[in-house]
Structures are given as C-alpha cells and as structure tokens.
C-alpha cells in the first residue's frame, strides 16, 4: 500500500501529519513525500524521516503544481492501493487498516474515503460543522451533481483505476479531484465509510479558500464534462489544456451550459464577499444577467457593503435594477 503527498512550504504542520502515518496500525505500506519545490524546511523534515524509517521515500522535485505532483506519485506508487493524504491534516491511527480491508472485502469498490473532523491552524478541534457525506455507491451518485462527495485527502484508491483513467487533469485546476471522482464514477463503485479516520485542517489562506471562484466554476464545468460522457461518450475537454472561457461554453456543451456554470459558481460562492468581489465578480454579472433580480441577490449588496465593497455592491445593485423582472 502506498501512501502519496505531495508538500509545498508545508514545514509548519508536516512533522505531525508524518508521525501520524507513521503510528497508523497497518504498517505495511511505503510513504511516498514529494516535495514541489518547497522554499522552507519541508525537505529537511521529510530527509529526517526518510533516515529513520526505510518506509518514507522522498522525492524532491522543481516547482511543478499539484496536478502534476499527483499524477507523479500514481506513477512512482509500487503498491496496488494509494492512500491520498495532505501534508496539513492528521490521519488517525486506524484509517489505513479499516480502508485496506473494505477493499478486500469489496472487490467491486475502486475507491473509498471516510468520514473527517477538523481541526485549526494550530491543530486544535475547529468549530466547522460536520459534512455529512453519503455512505454507500448509490447515495454517492445520488449527489455527485451537488457534492462534496469525497475529500481528497481521505481518499484510499486502486492504483491502476486511477492510471488507466489517464490520472488528474491540468484544465480542472483546483477541481481535479472532483473530475476525477467524476471520470471513476463510471468505472467502479465508490463508498465512504461512517467512521472519522482523518482531521482536515482549516487555515486562513489554504488553496480551497483561495481560489473558491476558480474551483466553482471548473467543478461545474466537470459535471457539464461528466453529462457529456454519460449522453454522448464524448467529453468536449478531454484533450484541453485550459478550459474553455465559460462565455464558449454554450458551444462546447449545449446552450444552457454557461448560465448553468455561472449559477453554480454563485451558488457555491455566495457567502464569500471577498470571492464575489474578486474572481468571480464577472460571473455574479452575469449570473444576474442571467436569472434577473431576487432576493437573495439583494442580500449579496448587503454582503458586499459590510465586507468594505462598497463599489462592488453599487454595482451589483444597478446590474439587479437594470435586469429586475
């Protein structure tokens, strides 16, 4: 069984985040730490544990991305099943067990995640609400439009389901795990299990916080890819580097498509001001072009006033005045 990370500047939380796979209670396995070019102590850290235990192997490469790092680590991987696990988060000592053996005794299952926690920068409890996430295969799909499904960051997958579906996608950046759990969807039965085997971290300024809008809108874009598989056995993006621009998308997928992605972009960003106001200013634009007036776009000025936008919500305002049904 493998175990993949890929780190970049990760110093401040990866020691614990090791320890915590090196205590898991299934010990056969190797640890695979790539380091994307880290500018702080990452590597240090990872070559001390490489010297104590031969189970940790290090591999220590220029700045290439995440996309690129993973589908790195599925090649590097020796073992059948790879555990996916980030650098920030704290495995609990019998998640590795508990998912080897549900494939085991699931050989039907590509791919199963578990139930998780959070915890704060620091590692302490973190007050989020739980994510009740579907357990079984038919409840996955039931919700594979909506999400979330699956985190990342618990997932434990046969590595060559993963090979054989060409890895993750440099054009869904930010979403390349979901158009990946999307692409295996139809390829094998996925579960979760109900037990909390991993804690996430929340931290000020993690990737998934940063570029909210960007994962929205290709996320979005993932299931428009996903529908195109399922109707037609052809998906518009699947040879592209960069996704189109979501005003081309009514081309590439049907009409409908763009106001589809810039209402789910809004749907998923609506209470992030600084996101409304930001990457996905263009879309709440057109979004109101879109769909008109309603209230809770209304709210959205509001949001923008108290958050210190107050040229973005005047703005908002007279798009929702000038599009009001």
């Known amino acids: 069984m493998t175990i993949a990370t890929s780190m970049h500047n990760a110093a401040a939380t990866l020691a614990p985040a090791i320890e915590s796979v090196l205590a898991q209670t299934f010990g056969d396995f190797e640890f695979l730490l790539l380091d994307d070019g880290s500018t702080d102590a990452s590597r240090a850290i990872a070559e001390a544990y490489?010297?104590?235990?031969?189970?940790?192997?290090?591999?220590?490469m220029p700045r290439q991305?995440?996309?690129?790092?993973?589908?790195?680590?599925?090649?590097?991987?020796?073992?059948?099943?790879?555990?996916?696990f980030d650098a920030d988060d704290i495995c609990m000592p019998e998640r590795l067990e508990r998912q080897v053996a549900f494939l085991a005794a699931n050989p039907d299952h590509g791919l199963v995640a578990c139930e998780t926690t959070f915890?704060?920068?620091a590692g302490a409890p973190a007050g989020n609400a739980p994510i009740r996430r579907p357990h079984d295969h038919d409840a996955i799909l039931a919700v594979l439009e909506a999400?979330?499904?699956?985190?990342?960051?618990a997932v434990m997958v046969r590595t060559d389901l993963v090979r054989a579906a060409g890895g993750y996608r440099e054009a869904y950046v930010h979403a390349e795990d979901y158009d990946l759990w999307l692409r295996l969807a139809g390829q094998t039965r996925m579960a979760n299990l109900p037990?909390?085997?991993?804690?996430?971290?929340?931290?000020?300024?993690?990737?998934?916080?940063?570029?909210l809008?960007?994962?929205?809108?290709?996320?979005?874009?993932?299931?428009?890819?996903?529908?195109?598989?399922?109707?037609?056995?052809?998906?518009?993006?699947?040879?592209?580097?960069?996704?189109?621009?979501?005003?081309?998308?009514?081309?590439?997928?049907?009409?409908?498509?763009?106001?589809?992605?810039?209402?789910?972009?809004?749907?998923?960003?609506?209470?992030?001001?600084?996101?409304?106001?930001?990457?996905?200013w263009p879309m709440l634009l057109g979004h109101?072009?879109?769909?008109?007036?309603?209230?809770?776009?209304?709210?959205?000025?509001?949001?923008?006033?108290?958050?210190?936008?107050?040229?973005?919500?005047l703005r908002t305002a007279a798009a929702l005045i000038r599009h009001a049904a």
């Open 213 to 280: 809008g960007v994962q929205a809108r290709n996320a979005a874009i993932a299931w428009l890819a996903h529908q195109a598989r399922e109707h037609t056995g052809v998906d518009p993006t699947a040879h592209l580097a960069t996704l189109p621009e979501v005003e081309a998308l009514d081309s590439a997928f049907g009409a409908g498509s763009a106001a589809y992605v810039r209402r789910r972009t809004i749907d998923r960003v609506l209470y992030a001001p600084e996101c409304l106001a930001g990457d996905a």
């Open 147 to 153: 999400g979330p499904i699956l985190c990342h960051s």
């Open 119 to 121: 915890i704060d920068a």
């Open 195 to 211: 037990e909390y085997l991993l804690a996430y971290r929340i931290s000020p300024g993690q990737v998934s916080s940063r570029h």
């Open 50 to 60: 490489a010297a104590q235990d031969a189970r940790v192997r290090l591999i220590a």
């Open 65 to 84: 991305g995440l996309v690129r790092s993973l589908n790195q680590l599925f090649a590097e991987a020796r073992a059948p099943l790879v555990a996916r």
């Open 288 to 313: 109101i072009a879109d769909a008109g007036a309603s209230p809770r776009l209304w709210r959205v000025v509001l949001r923008l006033l108290k958050a210190g936008y107050p040229l973005h919500a």
